[in-house]
C-alpha cells in the first residue's frame, strides 16, 4: 500500500490545538488526509501527533523509549451527520526513542504517526484512541472527515501544509497543526488524471468570511500540462504579510475552458510567536481586554492608527503582565484568553459568551468554588449564584427571558469597578 506522503524525520511541530475535538484531550492532535491509492479506490491516510511530555519513557540500553499504540475506527455519517456502524478499524505500534532524559520533557518536540485505511466515497466521523503502553494513560479525538472521490477523469487529493520537504527525495513532512507563523509556506496536494491534459490551476488565500481573494499577491492562476497517472504538486503560499487571523487555503482544477474539474481546500490560521492559541483576530483580542485593561490602555489602543501599531501595544500590555518573563510562554495572556474561549463556549446565546454577565465575571475572576443554581419553575425565574470563597465573593445571575440570559443581579456593578 502507497502511502502518498513520505515520514523523512520526526519533527518537532507547533502543539497548539488543530482540530474541535469533542473531549479535552488537547494534546493529541489528528489529521486526515483522504487521496487515492495505487489502484482507483480512496484512502484515508490518518496522522497522529502526540508531544514527548505526554508520553512516559523508560530507560534502555539505546537510551529513553516510550511506546504507544494507535486505534481507529471509522464511521459512516447518515444524510443527518450521526455516526452509524463502524465501517472499518485498524490499531497500530509505535515507539520513539530518544539519547537524553532532557529530550523527553522538550517543550515543542512531538511523535508523529501515520496509517492509511481504505474507504469508499462519503463522509465518516473518524475516532482515533491513543494508549501509553507504560502508563496505560489514553488520549481521544474525533473529527469528521470527507472521502473524496477519485473516479472522474480529473481529481485531487486533499491539501497538506508542510513542515519539511527534501527536493532529492521528494520526501515530505506534513504540518499537523494549522496554526502557522507568518512566513512563506508551502503546500503539497496531488492530481490523478487518466489521460494526459492541460489544467488550468488556480490558487487563493480568502480571509475567514470572504468569498473573493484576499488581495492579489494571495491569488494566482498558471497551466498544468501531466500526462495520465499521479502527479505530486508542491506550491508556494506566501504570508510574509499575512495579518493575524484564519484563512482558507483554495486550489481548484479547470479545463482551459473554465469548466470545473475538481477543489480543494485547507483551514490555516496565522499566529505570531508568543500570542496565546486562542485567539483568531487581533481587533476582536484588543477588544477582550475590556475588563482587565486600565483606561489610558485602552485609550491607546483606540487611538493607535496602524495595525503594527496595535501590535506593539498589544505585546507590550501582555510584557508588563507575564509572570515568568525569561520563558517562552506567558502564562497569564494564556489563561486570559482560555477564560474568553470558556465563556464563549457556555455563556453565549443572544451575544457572544465573554460579553455577557456570566462571562465577565468568569473572565476576572475564572471557575467560582461552588454553583448554587435553581431551574426554572412556575413561581421562579431560573437564577444562579456563584461563591469565590478564596476572595470572600458571590454574584447572583437570573434569566429573565428564559432563554439562558442570564443577567447579574447582585452585586451591581458600575463604571467604579473600572481600573484607572
Do not use: C
Not at 473516479?151 to 485531487?156: A, D, G, H, L, Q
Not at 483606561?295 to 487611538?303: A, G, Q, T
Amino acid at each position: 500500500m502507497k502511502h502518498f506522503l513520505i515520514l523523512l524525520l520526526i519533527a518537532a511541530l507547533p502543539l497548539t490545538s488543530f482540530l474541535q475535538a469533542q473531549t479535552l484531550d488537547d494534546e493529541l492532535q489528528v489529521r486526515a488526509v483522504s487521496i487515492k491509492g495505487d489502484t482507483n479506490a480512496g484512502h484515508l491516510d490518518v496522522y497522529t501527533e502526540i508531544p514527548y511530555t505526554s508520553l512516559q519513557f523508560e530507560a534502555s540500553p539505546s537510551g529513553f523509549v516510550a511506546r504507544y499504540t494507535v486505534e481507529a475506527e471509522v464511521s459512516r455519517l447518515d444524510s443527518r451527520g450521526r455516526p452509524r456502524n463502524v465501517t472499518t478499524s485498524s490499531i497500530w505500534e509505535q515507539s520513539v526513542t530518544v539519547q537524553m532524559h532532557a529530550n523527553t520533557v522538550a517543550e515543542n518536540a512531538s511523535d508523529l504517526s501515520t496509517h492509511s485505511l481504505e474507504l469508499p466515497p462519503g463522509r465518516y466521523l473518524l475516532a482515533i484512541t491513543l494508549t501509553d503502553l507504560v502508563s496505560s494513560k489514553t488520549f481521544f479525538q474525533e473529527v469528521t472527515v470527507e472521502q473524496r472521490d477519485f473516479s472522474r477523469t480529473v481529481t485531487m487529493s486533499d491539501v497538506v501544509l508542510l513542515a519539511g520537504y527534501d527536493p532529492e527525495r521528494r520526501a515530505i513532512v506534513p504540518r499537523i497543526s494549522p496554526d502557522v507563523s507568518a512566513g512563506d509556506l508551502q503546500a503539497y496536494y496531488e492530481v490523478y488524471t487518466r489521460n494526459a491534459q492541460t489544467l488550468l490551476v488556480t490558487q487563493e488565500l480568502l480571509r475567514e468570511g470572504e468569498t473573493m481573494q484576499y488581495n492579489r499577491p494571495h491569488q494566482w492562476s498558471d497551466t498544468l500540462s501531466v500526462d495520465a497517472g499521479r502527479h505530486q504538486q508542491i506550491t508556494r503560499i506566501p504570508a510574509s504579510d499575512l495579518e493575524f487571523g484564519q484563512y482558507n487555503l483554495v486550489i481548484t482544477l479547470q479545463s482551459l475552458d473554465r469548466n470545473l474539474l475538481d477543489r480543494a481546500s485547507h483551514t490555516l490560521s496565522v499566529r505570531w510567536d508568543g500570542v496565546s492559541s486562542y485567539l483568531n483576530n487581533l481587533e476582536e483580542a484588543i477588544e477582550q481586554l475590556t475588563y482587565i485593561a486600565r483606561n489610558r490602555e485602552l485609550r491607546d489602543f483606540r487611538r493607535a492608527e496602524s495595525q503594527s501599531e496595535r501590535r506593539s501595544l498589544f505585546d507590550s500590555f501582555w510584557k508588563r503582565r507575564d509572570p515568568t518573563p525569561g520563558t517562552l510562554r506567558n502564562e497569564a495572556m494564556e489563561e486570559h484568553f482560555y477564560r474568553v474561549d470558556y465563556a464563549n463556549q457556555n455563556f453565549g446565546q443572544q451575544i457572544p459568551g465573554w460579553k455577557s454577565d456570566r462571562g465577565h465575571v468568569f473572565i476576572l475572576h475564572g471557575h467560582p468554588d461552588e454553583v448554587e443554581h435553581q431551574t426554572f419553575s412556575y413561581n421562579n425565574k431560573p437564577w444562579e449564584v456563584w461563591y469565590f470563597f478564596r476572595i470572600g465573593r458571590q454574584y447572583m445571575f437570573v434569566d429573565e427571558t428564559g432563554f439562558g440570559d442570564y443577567e447579574l443581579v447582585l452585586p451591581v456593578w458600575d463604571e467604579r469597578t473600572r481600573l484607572d
